[in-house]
């Protein structure tokens, strides 16, 4: 049943990471669905934000377009990032600045500081994102990925 399957030997992945691929692969997953759900929370914590920090309806828009504007802006340069500098560092680092932005944004004082650190997070979450598909596509061999391995025309 799986002999259509061939798994890749620990050996053809250096320093012994092909055991530790589904560990990166969860974190590579859980950090793209926190950079996506951080919308959502903004969302529904509108009310909250408004209230604490002052600021009128334009604050929640410049929260939700802020942090938009910043990771549409700069996810081209982000993955291109991951192609010089590796995809693992550029990911680390924009994990790393994308939890930073996220502590700035829980301590915020004022509305001027939450909307510059969403749009700080807006970046670092850019420098993530697009670092995941190709760490995700070097830690699994093609037939794990359900990639053919060969063109066959259909039965």
Sequence with gaps: MTDNVALAPASTVAGGAYRWRWSAFAVVLLASIMDLLDTLVTNIAAPSIRAELGGGPALIQ?????????????????????????????????AAGFTVASL????????????????????????????????????????????????????
Excluded at 81 to 92: E, Q
């Design 62 to 94: 410049w929260l939700g377009a802020g942090y938009t504007l910043a990771l549409a802006a700069g996810l081209i340069t982000g993955g291109r990032l991951g192609d010089l500098y590796g995809r693992k560092r550029v990911f680390l680092v924009g």
């Design 104 to 155: 700035l944004c829980a301590v915020a004082t004022s509305p001027g500081t939450l909307v510059g650190a969403r749009v700080v997070q807006g970046l670092f979450g850019a420098v993530m994102l697009p670092q995941g598909l190709g760490v995700i596509r070097a830690m699994f061999p093609a037939q794990e990925l359900g990639a053919p391995t060969s063109r066959q025309p259909p039965h």
